[in-house]
Every structure is written in structure tokens, then in C-alpha cells.
């Protein structure tokens, strides 16, 4: 399952079925680096990483991982995370993933406004799908940044992001 309008540039980086699991948490990541959907998607066919789905700075949203597997997005678990999650259970299992362009190295763009809408329509459809409380995340799950599971090498991750309006989007 995918979202109905996405471009489908498919990945082998995912792990088939979840191993039973249902996803609990959306991850927010920003591409540090890249200038189109496209080239990240095509990106996540030869690298040993992919998410499930990449939001352009043009609005064009492009799925590479089904939801219904665990995309090989959020790499491991390093100290100093958020403490609902394990070093023990593969935190893929547990997410779908979603990339949004920013073509600086470090994170910093600011989403444009047509991203910023494609970003908050797309969680609001997994989170209805889901069950996922449109909410920062917890223990019970919710929505957070990759820095939430991997702040030693991804506390740049996503970089800005509008974390209050898009809680006030989904909450209205």
C-alpha cells in the first residue's frame, strides 16, 4: 500500500512484512543534499538505503518503499535516543519514513510551502491509515525527527521543520 498519487520509483532496500509488526511512528528525515525527488529516489536504488517516500521542493512526492515493509531508512540506534526505543528491535519495523529535499549538506533549508503542504497531507494519510496519533512522538508512538532514534550522527536530521503547524494541521 502507497499513497494513490505518488511517482513509484521502487527500491530492494526495505524489509518484507515488517516481520508482523504495524507501524507506530512516522520519521521525518531531510535529504542533506539532492535537488529532486527523482534523483534521491533513483539514489535509493543503488545505495543500501531507502524511505518510503521523498517530498520535493516542487510539491512531487515519490514512494520507493511500500508501507506495508520496513524501509531501510533509519539505520540504527545510538546513544542518547529517545528512550521508547530499543537497541534490540529494528526501528524500520516500526516506521514509515518520509524524505523532504533540501538540497544543503547540513539540513538547513527551510520546506517550501507547496512541500510543507504535501508533507502534512501525506502524514495526515498515514496517520488516518494508521491509527498514529497526529502528535509528537512517545512511547505510544506519534510523529518525531531521525535525531529522536540516532542523535549522535543524525541530530542535524531533519533540520528545520514546522513541527507546531503541522501538529496544529492535524489536530484542527
Known amino acids: 500500500m502507497h499513497e494513490q498519487n505518488a511517482l513509484w520509483i521502487p527500491s530492494n532496500n526495505y524489509f518484507r512484512g515488517r516481520s508482523g509488526h504495524t507501524p507506530t511512528w512516522i520519521i521525518i528525515h531531510g535529504t542533506a543534499g539532492f535537488t529532486s525527488t527523482e534523483e534521491v529516489g533513483y539514489y535509493f536504488q543503488q545505495a543500501d538505503v531507502?524511505?518510503?517516500?521523498?517530498?520535493?521542493?516542487?510539491?512531487?512526492?515519490?514512494?520507493?518503499?511500500?508501507?506495508?515493509?520496513?524501509?531501510?531508512?533509519?539505520?540504527?540506534?545510538?546513544?542518547?535516543?529517545?528512550?521508547?526505543?530499543?537497541?534490540?528491535?529494528?526501528?524500520?519495523?516500526?516506521?514509515?519514513?518520509?524524505?523532504?529535499?533540501?538540497?544543503?549538506?547540513?539540513?538547513?533549508?527551510?520546506?517550501?510551502?507547496?512541500?510543507?503542504?504535501?508533507?502534512?497531507?501525506?502524514?495526515?494519510?498515514?496517520c488516518a491509515r494508521y491509527n498514529i496519533s497526529g502528535r509528537r512522538a512517545d512511547a505510544q508512538g506519534g510523529i518525531t525527527g531521525h535525531y529522536s532514534m540516532d542523535p549522535v550522527h543524525r541530530s542535524f536530521c531533519p533540520g528545520p521543520y514546522p513541527w507546531d503547524e503541522l501538529f496544529t494541521f492535524l489536530n484542527s
Open 50 to 126: 531507502a524511505t518510503h517516500y521523498i517530498i520535493g521542493q516542487d510539491g512531487t512526492l515519490v514512494c520507493c518503499v511500500d508501507e506495508d515493509d520496513g524501509a531501510w531508512g533509519n539505520g540504527g540506534v545510538t546513544k542518547g535516543h529517545d528512550p521508547w526505543w530499543s537497541r534490540t528491535l529494528n526501528p524500520n519495523l516500526l516506521t514509515i519514513s518520509i524524505e523532504h529535499v533540501k538540497p544543503s549538506r547540513d539540513n538547513s533549508d527551510e520546506l517550501t510551502a507547496i512541500q510543507k503542504q504535501a508533507s502534512f497531507t501525506l502524514i495526515q494519510h498515514i
